[in-house]
């Protein structure tokens, strides 16, 4: 058997607090597991602390349910697994990269045209159904192959393609799901092929549990078993692939450009040229946020210079990013109204080690009119990639167009 060091892992011992004691504790933007007034561990003594308040209440949990005992795969195990082996040695697999290669059946089947396993035959109950399944999960791999061949530059040479590919699948992913691959292949022997055609979304876990039935490598008894194994799993980077999306969409928004519902602002309140705090500056920001308002809403991305690359909210000057958030949120009840909190929507997100904010606004359903402290009373709409303050008359007349009746 492949000396896997997921499995190995696994049974380390676990520190099981009592579950009246768990708590979500959080610092600085990021949640941390407590058990009364001491955090929670993992078996080599890292704490379980994320920026992702969802991934941490699904640890917490499945800590309070016993999931770690009752899953072989659950996501304090493929946290914990990340931060004590993964991020604080390296990453295992290379070094048994070629076993799992030699022992995998689709690699076999791939390359040479034939199982490495004897099948079930025609006297075999399941023959039928071990014969439509394998079918089936044969032509994912010709086509998961295909796609990748797209994708990747493979140099010619004697050897086969195949294995190339799957090195430069597995070498592309995030490193939470090189973890999930590493659960699944350890805990079920199932090679590399059926748990990077899952993470990928090439096969869905049914398809994968019966791939395994189909193989010999459990019996049907087994199979809810790996699919509960393969729920965790799913739910695990579901819970990070929702927290990258909106590092996607910023970087989206940086790459295309200002337009009439996007606007980049360097800082909300430090002034690089006199480098200072200045009013004029937050009133920047916040006129923006006015504008879209009382147009058809946008996207405020604070923290971004006009040429779309990053200049982080820590240049404001903040003790941390709490802070910031606070003054901000202040700011806009004082400048803007209270009653525009429903229609803005802050997000912080981390990009090449600094900090953007994205305030979001809905077009209001009232009139919002910006009052600072030592500016007139202005109001503002949006007119193109810009925000443009109208006088008394054209602000009613607009207000009385879109505002009227609603």
């Keep these: 058997m492949i000396n896997n060091i997921f499995p190995e892992y696994s049974h380390e011992k676990w520190i099981k607090p009592g579950s009246e004691l768990l708590d979500i504790v959080k610092f600085d933007q990021i949640y941390r597991i407590f058990n ?56 295992p697999f290379p070094g048994i990269w070629t076993d799992i290669l030699a022992s995998d059946p689709f690699v076999t089947v791939k390359t040479t045209g034939k199982f490495n396993s004897q099948p079930y035959g025609p006297e075999d109950e399941l023959f039928s159904f071990a014969f439509v399944t394998l079918s089936s999960l044969v032509r994912s791999v010709n086509e998961f192959a295909t796609s990748k061949l797209s994708e990747f530059i493979v140099e010619e040479s004697d050897a086969h393609p195949f294995h190339e590919l799957l ?20 805990m079920h ?16 876990p049914i398809e994968y549990a019966k791939g395994l039935v189909a193989l010999k490598i459990i019996g049907q008894h087994a199979a809810p078993g790996i699919l509960l194994d393969l729920l965790h799993a799913g739910d695990y980077l579901g819970c990070l692939a929702q927290r990258q999306e909106g590092g996607r969409q910023a970087a989206s928004m940086m790459k295309e450009g200002e337009t009439d519902t996007v606007e980049f602002k360097s800082t909300f309140r430090w002034d690089i040229r006199a480098g200072k705090t200045n009013p004029a500056v937050e009133r920047a920001s916040l006129k923006t946020m006015a504008a ?90 949006r007119i193109g990639p810009s925000s443009n303050a109208m006088d008394i008359s054209e602000a009613l007349k607009y207000i009385s167009d879109h505002f009227t009746g609603r």
């Excluded at 994320?50 to 493929?78: F, N, Y």
């Excluded at 405020?300 to 040429?307: A, Q, W």
């Excluded at 802050?346 to 600072?372: A, G, N, W, Y």
């Design 167 to 186: 090195a430069m699948s597995y070498e592309q992913l995030p490193a939470e799901k090189k973890v999930v691959v590493q659960a699944l292949s350890g």
């Design 36 to 91: 009364g007034a001491e955090p929670v561990l993992t078996p080599l003594g890292n704490e379980y602390a994320h920026e992702s308040e969802r991934l941490i209440q699904m640890i917490i949990t499945d800590l309070m349910a016993g999931a770690v005992e009752k899953s072989r795969i659950s996501a304090p195990l493929l946290y914990a697994f990340q931060k004590d082996v993964f991020d604080s040695t390296g990453d």
């Design 189 to 204: 022997h199932s090679g590399i092929v059926l748990p990077l055609e899952f993470v990928s979304g090439v096969i869905s």
């Design 292 to 381: 879209f308002l009382n147009s058809s809403g946008g996207t405020l991305l604070i923290g971004v210079r006009d040429d779309g690359s990053i200049e982080g909210i820590e240049t404001d000057k903040f003790a941390n990013d709490d802070k910031f958030l606070l003054h901000l949120w202040t700011l806009i009840r004082t400048c803007l109204g209270r009653e525009v909190s429903p229609y803005i929507r802050t997000v912080l997100e981390k990009m090449d080690d600094k900090t953007v904010c994205l305030v979001h606004c809905k077009q209001s359903i009232r009139p919002v009119f910006l009052r600072q402290p030592g500016f007139d009373e202005a109001y503002y709409i």
